[in-house]
């Protein structure tokens, strides 16, 4: 059963999640925190999220607050983790739940004296963790979601995967439709476009072939395309607009998360690679295809039953790499404009778009 169970969920006040740091595995961890809202029904539940994901849970009611890990600011450094575990320490919380795995996490909880400290036993910080949950190969077998969970159901909880779940502000829905109706794209159907992926160029199709596909279903369909990604995606977006013979709105590095987030939630369909705004369009329930290369769609594919997945089979994937060990990159070069736009097709029947 766990010893965790010696100490009655119902007599936690207090309770830090320590979300993880990427888009994507943020939100792959929402399952696994709407279970410890149920589990915890009666504390008071803080997110300690980096700015870059803290967005995705301001306006979940899986949580009361959020608390801001500036590990570019006022938190970097072993300084600024010592600054901030003195922070946490004030808050006054009886229990810490880490879904990040680093080490670093366990030592800022630690540091901070918050007495319960759960996580997965990696990155040898055994010793930081009061209830550590052993890692059995059968947690990364299965989706990430699933692999989250994990650590409750290491505790011997019975919870179950219900599925990904993001909200969306209203300030920040606002604000897409402004951005909608000054690109003219308000009263089109919508081609969400998500180029980028953080990975490596192992997870990133081809922006000319991107620019063939928004071709197609642009001029046929009469879409309004739009590009959405990060800053570092700003030069693949723009090679997608330059190659692409009809328009494209391109919003990359140009809105926050949250408007981001409003702007996936508006598309009619989202081609994408396996990034973090694939999970985002998922969390949405927008109808997606994805591409996949290196990467196992097993794990990190999009849940939900909108979400197509394109991926060559190949002896050599899922390798995991960022960058291709046999410098053929055939797993992305073999994905062609044809079957992307057949999985496209076949998606727009079943959604009646």
């Known amino acids: 059963m766990g010893k965790f169970l010696q100490l009655e969920p119902g007599a936690v006040r207090r309770l830090l999640v320590r979300s993880a740091n990427w888009i994507g595995d943020a939100v792959m961890t929402t399952p696994a925190l709407k279970a410890v809202r149920e589990l915890f029904c009666n504390a008071e539940i803080t997110i300690l999220a980096k700015p870059l994901v803290a967005p995705l849970f301001e306006h979940s009611p899986r949580v009361d607050q959020v608390f801001i ?5 006022r938190h970097r450094g072993i300084s600024g983790k010592l ?47 009061t209830h550590p949950v052993k890692n059995p190969a059968r ?45 003219g794209l308000a009263g089109k159907r919508r081609l969400g476009i998500s180029p980028g992926a953080t990975f490596g160029p192992a997870k990133q199709w081809y922006p000319e072939r991107y620019a063939e596909l928004v071709d197609r279903l642009c001029v046929r369909d009469n879409w309004g395309a739009v590009i959405l990604g990060g800053p570092g995606d700003l030069g693949t977006a723009e090679k997608i607009a ?59 594919g999009p849940l939900g039953e909108k979400s197509r997945v394109v991926q060559v ?41």
Not at 265 to 284: I, P, Q, R, W, Y
């Open 69 to 73: 890990y500036d590990g570019e600011g």
């Open 83 to 129: 600054r901030l575990a003195a922070e946490l320490s004030k808050e006054g919380f009886d229990a810490a739940l880490l879904f990040q795995n680093a080490f670093e996490a366990a030592f800022i909880t630690a540091a901070a004296r918050i007495p319960v400290r759960i996580g997965f036993n990696t990155d040898a910080r055994g010793l930081l963790l």
């Open 139 to 183: 947690f990364k077998q299965g989706h990430h979601a699933d692999y989250y969970l994990g650590i409750l159901r290491g505790l011997g909880f019975e919870v179950s995967n219900s599925g990904l779940e993001l909200y969306v502000g209203d300030c920040d829905r606002r604000s897409a439709r402004g951005i909608l109706e000054r690109k």
């Open 242 to 300: 330059r190659a692409a013979d009809t328009p494209v709105v391109n919003l990359c590095g140009s809105t926050s998360v949250g408007e981001a987030i409003a702007l996936v939630e508006k598309c009619d369909l989202f081609v994408t690679n396996d990034s973090g705004l694939m999970h985002v369009a998922a969390a949405l329930d927008v109808p997606l295809v994805a591409i996949f290369g290196s990467t196992n769609p097993v794990a990190t």
């Open 313 to 353: 089979k190949l002896p050599c994937n899922p390798c995991l790499k960022p960058e291709c060990p046999y410098g053929h990159l055939d797993c992305m070069r073999r994905v062609t404009v044809d079957m992307v736009e057949a999985a496209v097709k076949s998606l727009c029947r079943e959604a009646g778009l």
